[in-house]
């Protein structure tokens, strides 16, 4: 809802997608191989953190593509905007699961160390938008630069403000996790 945002969401939204995607195909490495990938329809364990995470990105994916089609159709019709709006509602709270999902699968590794804190999930959203914000920058400076698309000096400026305050609390947030382990 913050109006000088908007003119960065259709990036955002496309880069959100390419992301999502690339997470999904580290879904199918985990799977050992597209091949098994029927195996997920057929015989979905909901006990496995792996059936977790390919419905948290199935669901996160689905919502990328409605916004996608409903943010690049609404210039005509404001009927559609109603409904931008509505997907945008749930568009954050399953990107927090699917953040939140990978958090759980990597502190039930037990091999791995410091990776076991319940504040693990927190961890991984903070740096999710770090590493989301940070490529959103880098793509718009890159766009500007190759004249493909035109952004402002402030609002890249207010972006780059947002990224060190998330950054900030992604430092607090390791540093807690330093300290408790």
């Known amino acids: 809802g ?7 969401a259709l990036p955002a939204v496309i880069l959100s997608l390419v992301c999502i995607c ?11 191989g597209i091949q098994r990938i029927w195996r997920m329809f057929t015989g979905l364990n909901f006990l496995s953190p792996l059936a977790w995470d390919m419905i948290v990105i199935t669901c996160y994916l689905v919502i990328n593509l409605v916004y996608l089609y409903f943010m690049t159709s609404s210039k005509a019709d404001p009927s559609k905007v109603a409904v931008v709006a ?11 699961l699917v953040h939140s999902v990978t958090a759980w ?42 004249g493909v698309f035109e952004t402002t000096d402030e609002l890249l400026t ?19 996790e330093i300290l408790t382990t």
């Open 105 to 146: 699968i990597f502190g039930l590794e037990v091999a791995r160390e410091a990776w076991h804190t319940a504040i693990l999930a927190p961890i991984f959203v903070a740096s999710a938008l770090d590493s989301g914000l940070a490529l959103l920058v880098l793509a718009l400076l890159g766009l500007r630069a190759r």
């Open 86 to 96: 509505i997907v945008s509602r749930f568009a954050l709270p399953v990107a927090i």
């Open 22 to 32: 690339c997470a999904g195909i580290c879904v199918l490495v985990d799977l050992g």
């Open 2 to 8: 913050i109006k000088k945002y908007k003119a960065v």
């Open 158 to 176: 207010s972006l780059a403000g947002l990224l060190c305050t998330c950054i900030a609390v992604d430092a607090y947030f390791i540093g807690c």
